[in-house]
C-alpha cells in the first residue's frame, strides 16, 4: 500500500521539482561555471511555466475514472497541458455539472495499491469526496 500526500493547491511533483534545483543551486560553488549557469536555465525554465495552478489538480483527477494511466503520469500530463486542463475543467465541471472534480484543486491523497474492501472502507469512513480508477473502464 502506498499513500502519498499528491498535492495542496498545487502538485506536489511540481513542488518537489522546485525544491531539487533550489538545492542544487545553493549547493553550487560561487561563479559562472557551466554547470552553474545550466542550473540557472533550469531555474528559470520552472519559474517561467505557467503551470502553478490548482486547475492542472481537478483536471488530473477527473480523467482518473477512464484513463488507465497511472494517476502521477496524469498530473504531468496536465501540468504540460494548461489550456487543455483547463478547457477540461470548463467542460466537466460547469457543462457537465460535476462539481466535486474541482474539490481536487485543494487536497489530494493518492492510495494506490489497496484491496478493494480497503477502498470500501476509505468511501464509509471518508470526511471528503474521492475519485477512483473504474473497475469497468481500466
Known amino acids: 500500500m502506498k499513500v502519498r500526500l499528491a ?3 498545487l502538485d ?8 531539487a534545483v533550489l538545492r542544487e543551486v545553493a549547493a553550487l560553488p560561487a ?23 490548482p486547475e492542472t489538480l481537478s483536471a488530473a483527477y477527473a480523467r482518473i475514472s477512464r484513463d488507465p ?3 502521477d503520469e496524469l498530473r504531468a500530463v496536465a501540468r504540460e497541458e ?3 486542463a483547463r478547457r477540461s475543467n470548463q467542460r466537466i465541471i460547469f457543462g ?12 489530494n491523497l493518492d492510495i494506490l495499491g489497496v484491496s478493494r474492501l480497503a477502498i470500501e472502507e476509505v ?3 471518508r470526511l471528503c469526496s474521492y475519485t477512483e480508477k473504474s473497475q469497468r473502464y481500466i
Request: charged share 35%; glycine share 6%.
Open 69 to 71: 494511466r497511472p494517476v
Open 31 to 53: 561563479g559562472r561555471s557551466a554547470e552553474v549557469e545550466a542550473v540557472r536555465r533550469r531555474a528559470d525554465a520552472l519559474l517561467e511555466k505557467d503551470n502553478w495552478t
Open 12 to 19: 506536489y511533483d511540481l513542488l518537489q521539482e522546485i525544491r
Open 123 to 125: 468511501e464509509r469512513m
Open 96 to 107: 457537465l455539472g460535476h462539481a466535486s472534480v474541482a474539490e481536487h484543486a485543494v487536497f
Open 7 to 9: 498535492g495542496h493547491n
Open 82 to 84: 494548461v489550456d487543455a
